[in-house]
């Protein structure tokens, strides 16, 4: 797959008083398209000045970003504006939505920099928020709406302009588990379906599974990148074989090392409710190299 994003040599400091601070340093990443990469860190790891960076909304100090193979570090403050405008969507922690504007408005609002029609905006943005199960609440201002569905305006706001990457810096950091599951899941149908690349930056080694890879920094650099087999397709994998079995449509089970023939357990399944019908496994068996990610398991890694 092409890679939409790649750092060399990236460093950024601040100068505090007499002191400088090293906030990021030999940063040399790339993220294919398509990818939901997750950005790992402690808090003051570097994790936020690192996705300001890859967007482009503050130059670096050292080196270089290209996104889409265009050098984004020596654009002009204006080619920036309007490249984001373009290409980019966020997601931000705190929701930032315009707080006088109802929900079609703000999800509206990143098609008016794109000169599409106030007919056409809007339209879009009520598809929008349908999708994001939000159709009840779509003249709410966002005072009047839950932590959750605010970002769910977030969401519908950041892909409503068919960006090729979102940038989701702790986008549940303010929200519940189930909220943050759901949100999640929004998140992540969405990318899946228009192939649009994510880079998610957070803390929580939980919110980090939903994601195809996990880039772990510490005091500003990369200690860690390992690829994961995202929570949200194991999910859907072991839906969709559960609809099949339910279905009666997959062939019978081989028996894995140690179980009894096909026969026998066909037998001893007989007359069970469909509760007790042993899990269908056929991508993840032992000693495959795609171990079964079940939560817990995830959890204890
Ligand atoms: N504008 C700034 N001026 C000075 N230091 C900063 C600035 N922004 C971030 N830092 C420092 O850079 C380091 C990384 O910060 P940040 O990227 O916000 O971490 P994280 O998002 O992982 O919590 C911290 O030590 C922080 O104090
Ligand atoms: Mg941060």
Partial sequence: MASIIKTVDLRKAYRVGPEVVVALDCINLEIAEGQV???LGTSGSGKSTLLNQLAGLEKPTRGNVYILGKNISK?????LAHFRQKSIGFVFQSYNLLPGMSAIENVAMPLTFRGVSKRKR????????????LESRMKHTPAEMSGGQQQ???????????????????????????????IMELFLNFSRQQKITIVLVTHDRNLANYADRIVTIM???VVKDAANQSLFDVEKEEAARKAAWENDQLPPQ?????EPPAEEQKAANEGTEPSAVPEVNTAFGEGQENEKQTPAALEEK
């Fill in 219 to 221: 005091d500003g650099r």
């Fill in 37 to 39: 990469c997750c950005i």
């Fill in 75 to 79: 654009m002009t403050e204006k080619q």
């Fill in 254 to 258: 081989e028996p894995a090392p140690g």
């Fill in 152 to 182: 769910r305006v977030g969401i519908a706001r950041a892909f409503a302009a068919r960006p090729k990457v979102v940038f989701a810096d702790e986008p549940t950091g303010n929200l519940d588990t189930k909220t943050t599951r759901e």
């Fill in 122 to 133: 809007t339209a879009i943005a009520k598809e929008m928020l349908k999708a994001v199960g």
